[in-house]
């Protein structure tokens, strides 16, 4: 007993031992400082201070003083920094605000001195940042875009300028760069929980595509609807309904819309860069103008501080008067739709790709006619007998092919996404403060909704009913449609890497500062009142363009553009301005190569990255230039109604169209006459060689 006892009371005078040392060692922790990755010269900024609440073993005071230095030059002092509050708690972490580098180098050391008055100086905390001219942090996107669209190496870019990015915030540090490449952007990127779950959703939703594939069900999809559109002009007016119907999120639009009419695009002789273009210009511009979608909250965050500039008791209100001023996503929507009823394409590689798609089907035979036969490529045409291989997703031999098979597990998915985002936004509603808690209305549910959750719910519950179903008919057994879902997954692999690339530069570029260089140096240029929204709209589209966000874009520009209007101008001023920013920072995802909604629309539709940004960005630089010019600079300057400027642009657009579009034959007699008589344009489409 004895010595078990005092072998117990070892055990115990041990554990308290470790105890012990353990708050010893926390309660004697070093200051820690830390500071920004990258500074810009010449600009303020922020660093935190950590201290520990004792130093060998006292107490530190309520108040300390704290010098921040370079060397020997003292770059910000604080004579009294509180560390209790009001309720005399300690408090550990502080903010230093307006520290400014006395000398900007790649490497720059600061030192955070703490004297207290009753422990005397505290050890120093230093750290480490580097510090860039503005122009200079301009080189990683501008690069990343240069690369993937000359050397056609969207991969290769992205990784590029994550490295650039990393190389200039780890103080021009190679080795270092390259790890934080991978180990702190990209992994970095998968660690966000909505990227995660965006990356969820869309294994599951390929992986349903691939189950209906297999089903027969895009095949009787696809038998049924070629019997409603017969012809490429209703298939193309069946995928705008569906874009306009999925109004309330642009994840949900495109994957959905994509993934719905993929299968029937060949049947319908649409092309997929046609596709790509009507899918992607619609989900982003509708999500973004839409009073209820998932875009609400967001867009409402970043007005809710400036809503005093604007002349108006609500974010939600501001939100809704500035929709007409917003001409870019509304006159790209006007030259969508009007290229789909006008049957005139924009763009001479998109016109080609129309005329491509629709020379492979019936009017193939009257192409070979006029067509040498020693020089015409065989395989770049197809016929009706010919299909591709679509390997473990081809249909099972045997089995129906029902068109409610590929229909149900969509509507399921787009029925569930709305009802998931209402039931999400009242969950995040009730939650709320009493005495700040909205309404749960629609529209509130919808604004403070999480659409990537809601996304992840139906597309599960899509998937669920996809395996009943097939299991019920006895077309696919279970173990048959996990193969077919697990098919279906892989066809997206290399899609999902590039959007965690997308996202792992965009987390880098906000590390070096981007947006706030292009917009603080642009905005204190001094311009007269009437240049500050077409300014603006130039401005949000040359930092959406370099983001591929239009998040990050409006999260930047909106308090920086919006004050200084209303005091040039008047809240009135400051209402166009908002709209500028508002409308314009879709730019980027409408067609940059690095935005996510870019990759995702070539995801969903199968569409080559290359061959949908050579073809949509006609389209959005001639609606960009279109509202800029007719939109925001006649409104602003000669006072125009905001209503008479946009259907100015729509005209507009609708006039271009008309006199330098290109019209897509129908019929086959109208197909022989154009490769009889324009023969320098068959060549690229009919031709192996010119």
């Not at 005093?308 to 929507?333: C, D, E, H, N, W």
């Not at 906000?510 to 007269?528: E, T």
Request: charged fraction near 15%; charge should be negative.
């Amino acid at each position: 007993r004895a010595r078990a006892s005092s072998a117990l009371g070892l055990r115990v005078a041990t554990l308290v031992a470790l105890v012990v040392c353990a708050l010893s060692a926390d309660s004697d922790a070093l200051p820690n400082v830390t500071a920004p990755k990258l500074v810009l010269s010449g600009d303020d900024f922020s660093v935190t201070l950590a201290l520990p609440a004792f130093v060998n073993g006292s107490a530190i005071s309520a108040s300390v003083k704290v010098s921040v230095l370079q060397g020997q030059a003292v770059l910000a002092q604080y004579d009294s920094v509180a560390t209790r509050d009001a309720g005399g708690a300690f408090v550990g972490t502080i903010t230093l605000d307006n520290v400014k580098l006395h000398s900007c180098s790649a490497r720059s050391e600061l030192r955070v001195a703490i004297d207290d008055p009753t422990l005397g100086q505290l050890p120093a905390a230093i750290a480490h940042c580097a510090c860039f001219s503005g122009p200079v942090t301009l080189l990683p996107p501008i690069l990343t875009l240069v690369v993937s669209l000359t050397a056609k190496q969207v991969t290769l870019a992205l990784l590029l300028g994550v490295f650039l990015c990393a190389l200039l915030a780890n103080s021009l540090q190679g080795g270092a760069a390259l790890l934080r490449t991978f180990d702190y952007y990209v992994v970095g990127a998968l660690g966000n929980r909505s990227n995660a779950a965006v990356v969820v959703f869309t294994f599951i939703l390929a992986g349903i595509i691939g189950m209906v594939r297999r089903s027969g069900g895009a095949k009787g999809l696809a038998e049924s609807v070629s019997r409603i559109a017969t012809n490429p002009f209703r298939g193309q007016l069946a995928t705008l309904l569906l874009s306009f119907s999925l109004f309330f999120d642009d994840y949900s639009s495109i994957l959905i819309t994509g993934a719905t009419f993929r299968p029937l695009q060949a049947a319908l002789r649409i092309s997929k860069e046609k596709l790509a273009v009507i899918v992607h210009s619609l989900a982003v511009s509708l999500a973004s103008l839409a009073p209820i979608s998932s875009w609400v909250g967001v867009e409402i965050g970043y007005v809710q501080p400036v809503t005093q500039y604007l002349g108006v008791q609500s974010p939600f209100l501001a939100l809704i008067q500035s929709i007409v001023l917003r001409f870019f996503p509304l006159t790209l929507i006007a030259m969508v739709v009007g290229s789909v009823v006008m049957r005139r394409e924009f763009g001479r590689k998109l016109l080609h790709s129309e005329r491509r798609e629709r020379a492979g089907e019936a009017g193939n035979e009257l192409l070979q006619d006029v067509v040498d036969d020693n020089t015409a490529d065989q395989s770049s045409t197809k016929t009706s007998d010919e299909a591709p291989d679509e390997g473990a997703l081809a249909p099972k031999e045997g089995v129906p092919h029902r068109w409610y098979n590929g229909a149900v597990p969509f509507l399921v998915e787009i029925f569930g996404a709305a009802i998931g985002m209402y039931l999400s936004g009242l969950s995040k509603i009730d939650s709320m403060p009493a005495d700040s808690r909205p309404t749960a209305s629609v529209i509130n549910a919808f604004s403070h909704c999480d659409s990537v959750d809601a996304l992840v719910w139906a597309s599960s519950a899509a998937w669920v009913v996809g395996l009943v179903m097939l299991k019920a008919q006895k077309i696919l057994g279970v173990g048959e449609s996990m193969s077919a879902f697990m098919a279906g997954a892989a066809d997206v692999i290399e899609p999902t890497i590039i959007l965690i690339l997308a996202w792992a530069l965009g987390s880098a570029i906000a590390d070096i500062r981007v947006s706030q260089y292009i917009g603080l140096s642009l905005a204190s240029g001094g311009l007269p009142g009437w240049v500050l929204p077409p300014a603006a709209a130039a401005i949000t589209i040359a930092v959406s363009t370099s983001l591929g966000s239009a998040y990050g874009t409006m999260g930047i520009l909106v308090p920086l553009l919006t004050p200084v209007a209303f005091h040039v101008g008047g809240p009135h001023l400051a209402m166009h301005t908002l709209g500028a920013v508002l409308g314009s920072s879709i730019f980027g995802n409408t067609w940059t190569p690095i935005g996510d909604t870019t990759v995702l629309t070539c995801l969903a539709v199968g569409c080559d990255l290359q061959s949908h940004v050579a073809t949509v960005y006609p389209i959005a630089f001639t609606s960009a230039a279109v509202s800029l010019v007719l939109g925001h600079l006649l409104v602003a300057a000669a006072g125009v109604p905001a209503w008479a400027g946009l259907l100015l642009c729509i005209a507009a657009v609708l006039g271009i169209l008309r006199l330098f579009g290109g019209a897509v034959e129908d019929d086959a007699e109208e197909r022989r006459d154009y490769a009889i008589n324009q023969p320098d344009e068959a060549d690229p489409l009919l031709l192996a060689d010119d």
